[in-house]
């Protein structure tokens, strides 16, 4: 018996699996980490101090576009995760192999330069341990066998998942674990905005990173407030059903992008800086300036953001109160304002690929015979998945029947309590 199929086998380990995936998901998940050991065996031999880590997707509950500028949110670390078994080394060189890929990488960590020869992979573990040195901490080598069942590139943050599972070896083998869930995020959009030229916000990161179901408030960017929301779905009669509906994220930055420039757009035509420095008012005081100035869509962004931010607000409360029927209310006026308003479901001018409106349509459709349960696009938007809040005894019907409608991935996830954990640590504390 190796060392991590002895800690995984071990009481205290069968119990952490069971907090992080469900217990009746244990074995399922401690074959999936046996595996990860026999692949790092056959890849860089039987050592000692191998450590295991693991890093969720997120869910995007409430809050579609709000947080690039800074808005509020709420999101949650979910049961899909990329996890690693890794052990550091003597060298300045990062070396691992990631399941399904048939690529050793190499990344020496002399060079911390963008590099154009650079895979995305690649050019994103190389900002992350720049983005360390950057924010003044430490970084090192370290082999490891990483793998994922987080959908990639579909809207429940892939790249985030492996950015902080990265982010959480280094914090764990070469600074003591100190690095905060706010600093790994900023390291992680450090690598994302200047290795990988994406745009993007904080969300992912810190819902990645955190644990939990939490609500962020982005208005002071540099110091987000997160509040642990006390609240869970299935036990409450509810499952968070994933529907990947086939599109791909991949090639969307310019959509994405469109997003807070238009959102700003409207801000900066008012004297600020984003939509969170304005409000309606100001809006319906210089409508035909700003139209003129901005153009259409970016006022009906602009309006989104500034509702959703309420919606956020709203759902919190709602669920804090356990008034479970007005937060299925409020994710339902969510989803059509960012159908109607905030227009992320498709791409401008496509009229042959909509999935997003498919699955949606199709959802719709099935939660009103039940007249219950609510759905909306799921993150980015553009491509990707939806979430549907079905009740647990509609789940498996719900997802069997939008499998054969798209014959696409469709899962139900759990909010987990850890975000991305060095499981050695967890289990030795």
Same mark, same amino acid.
């Given at each position: 018996?190796?060392?991590?199929?002895?800690?995984?086998?071990?009481?205290?380990?069968?119990?952490?699996?069971?907090?992080?995936?469900?217990?009746?998901?244990? +074995?399922?998940?401690?074959?999936?980490?046996?595996?990860?050991?026999?692949?790092?065996?056959?890849?860089?031999?039987?050592?000692?101090?191998?450590?295991?880590?693991?890093?969720?997707?997120?869910?995007?509950?409430?809050?579609?576009?709000?947080?690039?500028?800074?808005?509020?949110?709420?999101?949650?670390?979910?049961?899909?995760?990329?996890?690693?078994?890794?052990?550091?080394?003597?060298?300045?060189?990062?070396?691992?192999?990631?399941?399904?890929?048939?690529?050793?990488?190499?990344?020496?960590?002399? %060079?911390?330069?963008?590099?154009?020869? %650079?895979?995305?992979?690649?050019?994103?573990?190389?900002?992350?341990?720049?983005?360390?040195?950057?924010?003044?901490?430490? /970084?090192?080598?370290?082999?490891? %066998?990483?793998?994922?069942?987080?959908?990639?590139?579909?809207?429940?943050?892939?790249?985030?998942?492996? +950015?902080?599972?990265?982010?959480?070896?280094?914090?764990?083998?070469?600074n003591e674990g100190r690095l905060d869930v706010v600093t790994l995020a900023k390291i992680g959009q450090y690598a994302e905005n200047n290795f990988w030229n994406k745009p993007s916000g904080l969300l992912d990161q810190m819902a990645c990173a955190y644990g939990g179901l939490i609500s962020i408030d982005f208005a002071n960017a540099a110091e987000p407030v997160i509040e642990p929301v006390n609240w869970n779905f299935q036990e409450n009669g509810y499952s968070l059903v994933i529907v990947n509906t086939g599109g791909n994220h991949a090639d969307l930055t310019e959509d994405y992008a469109s997003v807070p420039n238009e959102m700003r757009a409207v801000a900066e035509a008012l004297g600020g800086e984003y939509v969170r420095d304005i409000s309606e008012?100001?809006?319906?005081?210089?409508?035909?300036?700003?139209?003129?100035?901005?153009?259409?869509?970016?006022?009906?962004?602009?309006?989104?953001?500034?509702? +959703?931010?309420?919606?956020?607000?709203?759902? /919190?409360?709602?669920?804090?109160?356990?008034?479970?029927? %007005?937060?299925?209310?409020?994710?339902?006026?969510?989803?059509?304002?960012?159908?109607?308003?905030?227009?992320?479901?498709?791409?401008?001018?496509?009229?042959?690929?909509?999935?997003?409106?498919?699955?949606?349509?199709?959802? +719709?459709?099935?939660?009103?015979?039940?007249?219950?349960?609510?759905?909306?696009?799921?993150?980015?938007?553009?491509?990707?998945?939806?979430?549907?809040?079905?009740?647990?005894?509609?789940?498996?019907?719900?997802?069997?029947?939008?499998?054969?409608?798209?014959?696409?991935?469709?899962?139900?996830?759990?909010?987990?309590?850890?975000?991305?954990?060095?499981?050695?640590?967890?289990?030795?504390?």
């Open positions: 018996m190796t060392q991590i199929t002895e800690i995984i086998r071990s009481a205290k380990g069968q119990a952490l699996l069971a907090q992080m995936y469900g217990a009746q998901h244990v +074995e399922e998940q401690a074959a999936r980490y046996e595996k990860l050991d026999a692949s790092f065996r056959q890849h860089f031999g039987a050592q000692d101090g191998v450590q295991l880590f693991s890093s969720p997707g997120r869910s995007e509950i409430g809050g579609n576009h709000t947080d690039h500028n800074h808005g509020k949110v709420l999101a949650g670390s979910i049961t899909l995760d990329t996890i690693a078994a890794a052990v550091p080394t003597d060298d300045a060189v990062i070396t691992f192999y990631s399941e399904g890929y048939d690529k050793k990488y190499v990344i020496d960590l002399a %060079d911390l330069k963008p590099n154009s020869e %650079d895979d995305g992979t690649t050019g994103l573990i190389r900002g992350m341990a720049a983005g360390f040195v950057e924010f003044g901490y430490n /970084v090192g080598g370290f082999q490891a %066998d990483i793998s994922s069942n987080v959908f990639s590139a579909s809207g429940v943050s892939s790249s985030a998942s492996f +950015e902080m599972l990265i982010c959480t070896i280094l914090n764990h083998f070469y008012e100001d809006i319906y005081a210089k409508l035909p300036a700003i139209r003129e100035a901005a153009g259409d869509r970016a006022v009906l962004r602009a309006l989104h953001f500034l509702e +959703e931010n309420k919606r956020v607000d709203g759902q /919190v409360q709602a669920l804090r109160e356990g008034r479970f029927a %007005d937060f299925l209310s409020l994710i339902t006026a969510s989803g059509n304002s960012s159908w109607k308003w905030l227009q992320n479901v498709y791409q401008s001018g496509a009229v042959r690929e909509q999935e997003i409106s498919v699955a949606l349509a199709l959802t +719709e459709n099935y939660l009103a015979q039940l007249d219950d349960g609510a759905c909306r696009v799921h993150g980015g938007g553009f491509a990707g998945v939806i979430l549907a809040i079905v009740p647990n005894d509609k789940a498996e019907e719900y997802m069997n029947w939008m499998r054969g409608m798209l014959d696409t991935p469709v899962i139900v996830v759990n909010v987990r309590e850890h975000g991305a954990i060095c499981l050695n640590a967890v289990l030795s504390a």
